[in-house]
């Protein structure tokens, strides 16, 4: 299979979820369900900002985590939320969280190496595991207080063991 974005090959990602392309560094779910697996709702109002993942192709909508405003990309589902509103909706849904949680797993160390530019100021993003419960990597601008999270790195979070 080939990106969408520079026709390099698709190449599936150490978590078996994503396509990534080590061209561009865009990702595509592997599977062909394609939903979010963090359950943000996208709206129709598209912004003016691009998704860092797709290497912005596609603008971003304005979409809802729980009750916060993120920005979110209807191809890749990921989303741009602040770093203050990120930390209330994970204690949240931790709190909430009833099922099985995962067998811890190693920091993906191919993701440690990808670049994203922040999708509002355009500057490099940190790239970095998050510092919680869960083996995430996740984009962060100190500059803008945002965060970038892939589709399905909240619920990896949520699903972590540890204190809830």
Same mark, same amino acid.
């Given at each position: 299979?080939?990106?969408?974005?520079?026709?390099?090959?698709?190449?599936?990602?150490?978590?078996?979820?994503?396509?990534?392309?080590?061209?561009?560094?865009?990702?595509?779910?592997?599977?062909?369900?394609?939903?979010?697996?963090?359950?943000?709702?996208?709206?129709? #109002?598209? #912004?003016?900002?691009?998704?860092?993942?797709?290497?912005?192709?596609?603008?971003?909508?304005?979409?809802?985590?729980?009750?916060?405003?993120?920005?979110?990309?209807?191809?890749?589902?990921?989303?741009?939320?602040?770093?203050?509103?990120?930390?209330?909706?994970?204690?949240?849904?931790?709190?909430?969280?009833?099922?099985?949680?995962?067998?811890?797993?190693?920091?993906?160390?191919?993701?440690?190496?990808?670049?994203?530019?922040?999708?509002?100021?355009?500057?490099?993003?940190?790239?970095?595991?998050?510092?919680?419960?869960?083996?995430?990597?996740?984009?962060?601008?100190?500059?803008?207080?945002?965060?970038?999270?892939?589709?399905?790195?909240?619920?990896?979070?949520?699903?972590?063991?540890?204190?809830?």
């Amino acid at each position: 299979m080939n990106c969408k974005n520079c026709g390099g090959v698709l190449e599936i990602d150490s978590t078996n979820r994503f396509l990534r392309c080590h061209y561009c560094d865009s990702q595509q779910l592997a599977s062909g369900d394609h939903r979010s697996l963090d359950e943000v709702v996208a709206s129709a #109002t598209t #912004t003016e900002i691009f998704c860092p993942s797709c290497m912005d192709v596609n603008q971003l909508s304005q979409g809802l985590l729980d009750d916060v405003r993120v920005a979110f990309c209807s191809d890749c589902f990921g989303f741009m939320v602040d770093s203050q509103s990120l930390a209330m909706v994970l204690k949240n849904r931790r709190q909430e969280f009833s099922g099985v949680e995962d067998k811890p797993v190693p920091v993906n160390q191919e993701s440690l190496g990808r670049i994203r530019n922040c999708p509002q100021c355009n500057l490099q993003m940190e790239t970095h595991p998050y510092y919680g419960p869960g083996n995430a990597v996740i984009d962060s601008c100190h500059r803008c207080r945002v965060i970038w999270m892939d589709n399905g790195e909240l619920s990896q979070l949520v699903r972590a063991p540890g204190l809830r």
